[in-house]
């Protein structure tokens, strides 16, 4: 049951342990330079994990802006394509845009919001963000986005990974992929940490689900403030 509802991925770590699986994915080979790098920017202590309870008790609450929105310019990429199996197609960025970009994603939530979060510091640098995206055809529309691992299908690589909030179809319905095209993005705020023990993947569309509308609700203001005309739009 276990393996049905996680994954091949989960089961095996959970089973074998962290160093088994990452000699069976990884081959035995150290982690690259790059990735080590990647590593030690997330400076930010993680959040304790919060049962799927406690999280709906949490979350969606308090808008929390970013100090100064994060523009990034990348090309996608293949990801582990597990998006369109649970209706949220995400646009994976090359690692190389956002890497040196990861400081500019910290940030510190207010007192009252970390105490109920249960969060020993006050900060956040991974996690769920919303703001705008643009691709080449030069239309800026809503996003949501995630920065992590993804501790749900025990993915090791640190992934930024986009949702477009608009469907993009071709003639006979079906949606599109964007490899190969540079995707610009605009981070302008902070929605909630990805440390939650689900207990089914429905409970994980479920989050991802209010994800989107809470960021609908929000950057109703931000583009009252001019966040699409942002110079990362003006490339195209």
């Known amino acids: 049951y276990q393996r049905r509802v996680h994954g091949k991925q989960w089961y095996q770590r959970r089973v074998h342990g962290k160093q088994w699986y990452q000699r069976r994915v990884h081959g035995g080979r150290e982690d690259s330079t790059a990735e080590k790098s990647e590593e030690r920017s997330i400076t930010r202590p993680e959040p304790p994990t919060l049962s799927e309870e406690e999280a709906r008790a949490c979350f969606w609450k308090v808008e929390l802006p ?20 649970i209706g949220c197609r995400t646009a994976n960025l090359d690692p190389e845009s956002y890497r040196a970009l990861l400081p500019a994603f910290e940030g510190t939530l207010p007192a009252d919001v970390a105490r109920e979060w249960g969060a020993e510091e006050p900060s956040y640098q991974v996690g769920v963000f919303f703001g705008f995206a643009q691709r ?18 025990v993915n090791e690589k640190l992934s930024l990974e986009v949702h477009i909030l608009h469907k993009f179809a071709d003639d006979n319905g079906d949606e599109l992929d964007f490899y190969g095209e540079t995707l610009n993005v605009l981070v302008v705020g902070f929605i909630r940490h990805m440390r939650i023990n689900f207990t089914s993947l429905d409970n994980l569309i479920e989050f991802i689900n209010t994800d989107k509308e809470w960021a609908e609700k929000l950057l109703d203001r931000y583009e009252a403030d001019g966040y699409r005309e942002h110079d990362v739009f003006q490339q195209t």
């Open 66 to 85: 970013l100090d100064k929105p994060v523009a990034v310019s990348g090309k996608v990429v293949k990801g582990y394509q597990r998006g369109r199996e």
């Open 136 to 153: 080449p055809d030069g239309l800026v529309r809503r996003m949501v986005c995630s920065l992590g691992t993804n501790e749900f299908f």
